[in-house]
T-cell receptor, first 112, second 114 residues
Framework: DTEVTQTPKHLVMGMTNKKSLKCEQH?????MYWYKQKAKKPPELMFV???????INESVPSRFSPECPNSSLLNLHLHALQPEDSALYLC???????????FGAGTRLSVL | AQSVTQLDSQVPVFEEAPVELRCNYS??????LFWYVQYPNQGLQLLLK??????LVKGINGFEAEFNKSQTSFHLRKPSVHISDTAEYFC????????????FGQGTTLQVKP
């Protein structure tokens, strides 16, 4: 089983809203990732967590706030987003940082 | 620095014809190489991977790829495509130092026509 589950599948939010994206895996993986993907483009890495600690932050604006409450769960808290933040947000996990990554189906976010 | 170039942005092909999607990479260190497929409105699915060993790698859905170190290429092939193979295909290389950073190519849209 290589399933990474993301919720919600779709999200529409205003620029003053606060919302959260959720990612869950039960494969015992110890590394989890957030990517942003704009239309017709490859995914861009945002954050990497390894053993529940933030390992990489690719200079992401502070309106995106990641959280890893336990080894199975990864959240992305959103606040005061801009319309240009509208994109598909993908979560991935791997056995350890640097191993093969398995992706979820993504959350399609629209910021109005 | 590492980089990945997918040489074709779009590849139209008729059903049951063979197809090759081209990928070249640059890296000063040993790499892991991947092909991912993304169907419309979905996430990325791992098609196949090269970590070490045999240079011919077989993946899911009848796809295979050949790692060529001298030409720094990792081309994806399928002998006979189906309509259902219509999707976006991404070649990726793992970053140096086991950071987990995947360097993606720009993607190739495979359009299978009846």
């Amino acid at each position: 089983d290589t399933e990474v589950t993301q919720t919600p599948k779709h999200l529409v939010m205003g620029m003053t809203n606060k919302k959260s994206l959720k990612c869950e895996q039960h494969m015992g993986h110890r590394a989890m990732y957030w990517y942003k993907q704009k239309a017709k483009k490859p995914p861009e890495l945002m954050f990497v967590y390894s053993y529940e600690k933030l390992s990489i932050n690719e200079s992401v604006p502070s309106r995106f706030s990641p959280e890893c409450p336990n080894s199975s769960l990864l959240n992305l808290h959103l606040h005061a987003l801009q319309p240009e933040d509208s994109a598909l947000y993908l979560c991935a996990s791997s056995q350890d940082q640097g191993n093969i990554q398995y992706f979820g189906a993504g959350t399609r976010l629209s910021v109005l | 620095a590492q980089s990945v170039t997918q040489l074709d942005s779009q590849v139209p092909v008729f059903e049951e014809a063979p197809v090759e999607l081209r990928c070249n990479y640059s890296s000063s260190v040993s790499v892991y190489l991947f092909w991912y497929v993304q169907y419309p409105n979905q996430g990325l699915q791992l098609l196949l991977k090269y970590l070490s060993g045999s240079t011919l790698v077989k993946g899911i859905n009848g796809f295979e790829a050949e790692f060529n170190k001298s030409q720094t290429s990792f081309h994806l092939r399928k002998p006979s495509v189906h309509i259902s193979d219509t999707a976006e295909y991404f070649c990726a290389v793992s970053g140096a130092g086991n950071t987990g950073k995947l360097i993606f190519g720009q993607g190739t849209t495979l359009q299978v026509k009846p």
